[in-house]
């Protein structure tokens, strides 16, 4: 699904016109230029939809003083053009943005003469000592307002990843505290309630816990006239050589050079590396933020200079990019260096997320799960059925994470010296 946002502007001369298409070039210019006649769809502030031949446009009309318009008023029109249908909540939530964005134009100074690039109106009125000076700046802020809104509906309207989804869950204290309180085994739902009220008393157990079942963290089963909640799944986040590395080795031998600098910093990074509660933690919140986890998507596919990253996520909602970074190497996540005059960042570690039972589960293993104290005798009770016939993995003692810094950078340079060498021999 493309998306794209015009921002249309009522030209004293010409009438409705384009003023900003975001991402640039983005639409077939004969639907380009039929979106501004939407302005004569609607005479006062409102949102309103439209469908094109291949385009659904949600539309927000609204107008900002002005000193040099008629009537002192200049009518705009935001669009946001997707080329799929869209559900009725995200639909909300783009009135909410162009509302919002509404508001910051009309609270923002001289905010209309964006507007006028070629100059005032000649004659008209009279120009001021800094106006040709505010028509530049105040163009530069509008447009990167409106690229800051392409990025919020972006970051809500595409679809989450896995990851994404785990971590905004799990990222919220009220999760994390529910999953610890059913780490020990089945509780009843009447005490859970007692509890989560008397440490969440703001929010809503129903609503969690439709969450967590959703991403099948938990079961409820009523048994006895008594619902209780098990949780089945637990997540384990931590810290992994990138993939990418392998990947590159094998299918680009021109850049050895640049893998041997790669492999010898993650090695490192491994050799030093002690796995934390509160690591995994950070780590949750990280991938949780939008703008951090689409840098990392970015730099999984290998090194990128750091101007190409500017380029493409120079507009992302959190507005300053250098902070994503500087957050991303305080944490440790990525590095920089210098590769043939180029600044590089690379990912030393990549954060994975891996799904096991939780330690009460696991005696169910090899023999059938003692549970009369919470289930009846009815070996049809779904809950039964559930634990007696699943196979549990064998838990894990070490996690290997000690020793994993040496053996990926062994790994690594073997790899990379046997392909030195076959390149060597051809």
């Not at 595409?158 to 971590?167: Q, S």
């Amino acid at each position: 699904m493309t998306i794209t946002i015009t921002l249309s502007w009522f030209h004293r001369k010409i009438g409705p016109t384009i003023y900003y298409e975001y991402p640039e070039s983005n639409l077939p210019p004969d639907e380009l230029t039929k979106i501004p006649d939407l302005m004569d769809m609607k005479f006062e502030e409102g949102f309103f939809s439209h469908s094109l031949e291949n385009l659904y446009l949600f539309n927000y009309f609204f107008e900002v003083a002005s000193r040099w318009a008629r009537g002192h008023k200049e009518m705009l029109l935001m669009s946001v053009c997707f080329t799929n249908p869209i559900t009725t909540q995200i639909q909300h939530e783009i009135l909410v943005k162009c509302i919002d964005f509404a508001n910051t134009l009309k609270s923002t100074p001289n905010v209309y003469k964006s507007f006028y690039l070629d100059g005032p109106p000649s004659g008209e009125f009279p120009v001021e000592q800094n106006d040709e000076a505010d028509i530049v700046k105040n163009d530069s802020i509008l447009k990167g307002l409106l690229r800051d809104l392409y990025w919020n509906i972006v970051s809500f309207s595409r679809e989450k990843t896995e990851e994404e989804i785990t971590a905004e869950l799990l990222s919220r204290k009220s999760v994390d505290e529910i999953i610890r309180f059913l780490s020990r085994g089945p509780v009843e739902k009447e005490i859970i309630a007692k509890w989560y009220t008397q440490h969440f008393p703001e929010l809503v157990l129903e609503e969690v816990l439709y969450e967590l079942e959703n991403q099948k963290f938990i079961v409820q089963n009523e048994i006895e006239h008594v619902t209780y909640v098990l949780l089945v799944k637990i997540v384990k986040v931590q810290r992994t050589p990138p993939e990418c590395i392998i990947t590159l080795i094998q299918e680009k031998p021109e850049l050895m050079e640049l893998m041997d600098e790669f492999t010898e910093r993650v090695g490192n990074f491994f050799n030093n590396y002690k796995e934390s509660p509160e690591d995994s933690k950070e780590l949750v919140k990280l991938v949780a933020k939008p703008g951090i986890y689409d840098v990392l998507l970015q730099l999984r596919a290998g090194p990128i200079t750091k101007d190409r990253i500017i380029n493409k996520l120079d507009s992302e909602p959190i507005k300053n990019l250098m902070d994503i970074l500087n957050v991303l190497t305080t944490q440790k996540i990525i590095d920089e260096f210098n590769y043939k005059g180029e600044l590089k960042v690379l990912l030393i570690d990549d954060i994975q997320f891996t799904t096991s039972f939780p330690e009460y589960l696991m005696k169910f293993k090899s023999k059938k799960p003692d549970i009369s104290n919470i289930v009846s005798n009815d070996t049809n009770n779904k809950v039964t059925r559930t634990l007696i016939k699943t196979k549990l993995p064998e838990p894990k003692e070490n996690s290997g994470l000690e020793n994993l810094g040496e053996e990926v950078f062994n790994k690594l340079k073997k790899i990379s010296k046997e392909k030195s060498s076959t390149n060597k021999e051809e």
